[in-house]
DNA sequence: AAATTAATGTGTCGTAAGTACATATTATGT
DNA sequence: ACATAATATGTACTTACGACACATTAATTT
C-alpha cells in the first residue's frame, strides 16, 4: 500500500467511523401472500441464522445503497418468486434494537399478493414453501409480529379496495371470490350479502362466461375491471 | 503511525468498507399537529442546509444506534417541544435514493398531535415556528410529501379513533371540537349530524360544566373518557 | 327421459347509520 | 324587559347492513 493509498483510506475510515449512525443496517422483509386450497398461505424460507435453527423466516435482504425501498422489495419478490408485476404495499418499519441478533437491523416490512398458480418456481430449492396462515405459531426475529401486522393490514384492506384479487386468476366466479374473503378473513360470510356488497362497489366485469369442468352447476365468471388492476402499486415517492 | 495502527485500522477499514449496507444513515421525521385559531398548523423550522436555504423542513434527526424507532421520535419531539406524553403514530418510511442530497438517508416519519397551549417553549429561538398547513407550498427534502402523507393519516384516522382530542384542551365545547374536525379536514361540517356522529361513539363525557368568558350563550364543557385517554401509543414493537 | 343432486342466483324485511334541514332555548349585553 | 347570538335538539329521507328462504340450473344418476 503505497503512502497515498494509506492516506485515502485512512481519511475515508475516519469520515466514516465518526458517523456512528451508519452502524444501522436497513433491510426489507415482503410477507408473501398466496391462495391455495381455500386457505391464506404466506412464502416462508428457512432461517439460514444459528439462533433460530428450525425456524422460518420473511423473506427479506438488506437495502443496497443504490436502490430504493420499494425497488428492495420487489427485487427480492423477483429472486424468490420470478413474478415482476406484483402488488406490494408498504406496511410498517420495525426498527427495536435487539430485534436482530447480528446486529442493529432496521426493517421495512411490505405484504404483497400474488397468484400462487403462476408461482411454478424454484420451490423445491433451498427450502422455500408456501406455509398456511393459521397454521404458523412461531417465526424468526419478530417476523410473527410483522407477519400479523401485515395481514391486519390486508383485512383492513380488502373491503375498501380492489387488492385480493391479485391472489386469484383473472377469470374467477363469485364463490371463489367469497372463498378468498373468507380466508383473509377467516369467517364465514353469507353468499347474498356478500354478493350485495361486491355489486356495490362495482368493481367486477360480467365476462359472460361459465365456470367448466365442475359436477355441479356452474357459476358465471368475473374479471376485476381494468381499471383497478394494480400491478406495481402507486408509488409513495419510495 | 506506526505499522501496528496502521494494520488495526486498514483492517477496520476493510471490514466497514466491505459492509456497504451500513452506509445508509436513518432519520425519523415528525409531523407535529397543533390546532390554533381554527387552523391546523405544523411545527417547522428553517432548514439548515445550504441546498434548502429558505426553506422549511419538519423536525427529525438521525436515529442513534442505541435508541429505537420511537425513542428517537420521542427525543425529537422532547427537544423541540418540551412535551413528553404526546400522542405519536408512525406513517410511513421514505427511502428514495436522491431524497437527501448529503447522501443516503432513508426516514421514517411519524405524526404527532399536540396540545398547542401547553406549548409556550424555546419558540422564538432557532426558527421554530407553527404554520398553517393551507399555506405551506415547499418544503425542504421530500417533506411536502411526507406532511401530505401524514396529514391524509391523521384524517382517516379522526373519525375511527379518538385522536383529534390530543389537539384540544382537556376540558372543551363540542363547538371547539368541531371546529377541531373543521381544520383537519378542511371542510365544513353540519352541526346537528357532527353531534349525533360523536355522540354515537361514546367518547365523551359530560362534565356539567359550561364555558365562561363568553359574550354569548356558552355551551357544556366535555372531556374524553378516560379509557381513550392515549399519551404515548401502542407500540407495535417498533 | 325423468328424477335427483348440489350448487348458483336472487329478494325482503327490519335495523342502523348518513344527510339535509328548522325551530326552540338560554345566557349575555344593552 | 328586550334584543342578540349562540347552543341544543328532532324529523324525514335515503342508503347500507345483516339475517334469512326459495326458485333455478346444469350435471349426474336411475
Known amino acids: 500500500m503505497t503512502e497515498k493509498e494509506l492516506n485515502l483510506k485512512t481519511a475515508a475510515l475516519e469520515k466514516i467511523s465518526h458517523l456512528d449512525y451508519f452502524n444501522i443496517a436497513i433491510s426489507v422483509d415482503c410477507v408473501i401472500f398466496g391462495y391455495e386450497n381455500k386457505e391464506l398461505k404466506v412464502l416462508l424460507i428457512k432461517s439460514d441464522l444459528e439462533e433460530f435453527s428450525g425456524l422460518y423466516s420473511l423473506l427479506g435482504d438488506l ?37 436482530h441478533p447480528s446486529g442493529r ?33 412461531k417465526l424468526a426475529f419478530d417476523h410473527k409480529l410483522i407477519l400479523n401486522t401485515c395481514l391486519k393490514r390486508l383485512r383492513d384492506q380488502i373491503m375498501e379496495n380492489p387488492v385480493a384479487f391479485n391472489l386469484l386468476q383473472d377469470k374467477f366466479s363469485l364463490r371463489e371470490l367469497q372463498e378468498v374473503y373468507e380466508a383473509i378473513l377467516d369467517i364465514k360470510l353469507d353468499r347474498r350479502n356478500f354478493r350485495k356488497k361486491i355489486a356495490l362497489k362495482d368493481w367486477l366485469q360480467d365476462l359472460n362466461e361459465m365456470e367448466t369442468n365442475l359436477s355441479h352447476r356452474p357459476g358465471k365468471l368475473y374479471a376485476l375491471k381494468k381499471q383497478y388492476k394494480t400491478s406495481r402499486v402507486r408509488s409513495m415517492a419510495g
Chains 1, 2 share one sequence.
Not at 437495502?63 to 420487489?74: M, N
Not at 416490512?109 to 430449492?125: E, V, W
Open 63 to 99: 437495502v443496497r445503497p443504490d436502490e430504493d425501498l420499494e425497488s428492495a422489495s420487489y427485487r427480492v419478490l423477483a429472486d424468490r418468486t420470478g413474478m415482476e408485476d406484483v402488488y406490494l404495499e408498504q406496511v410498517h418499519t420495525f426498527g427495536s434494537i435487539a430485534r
Open 105 to 137: 437491523v432496521i426493517t421495512t416490512a411490505y405484504y404483497s399478493l400474488i397468484d400462487i398458480t403462476h408461482h411454478k418456481l424454484q420451490l423445491n430449492h433451498n427450502d422455500l414453501h408456501w406455509h398456511s396462515v393459521n397454521d404458523i405459531k
